[in-house]
């Protein structure tokens, strides 16, 4: 599973949805999907954006997790 840590970038440089929108150039339906964890795929345009305009890199952004798995 990817995590994705947009909120709580986000969150650590006081930044809204609507500020990425602006100056990032990012679809809001996108930031949104991001910010919730709710989208399934990005394009490499928007996660190179999203990583110059957070001054991050990539890692920094998307976590790869181990999915949890429950044994009855």
Known sequence: MIKCHLSA???AK???IADIV???GIN???VT???HE???RIDFDTLEKLCRYLDCQ???LLEVI???QTED
């Open 9 to 11: 970038i986000m969150g």
């Open 66 to 68: 181990d999915d949890e």
């Open 28 to 30: 809001r339906n996108t």
């Open 33 to 35: 999907r991001l910010y």
């Open 14 to 16: 006081r930044l809204k």
């Open 22 to 24: 602006r100056d990032a």
């Open 38 to 40: 709710t989208n399934n």
């Open 58 to 60: 990539v890692g920094d």
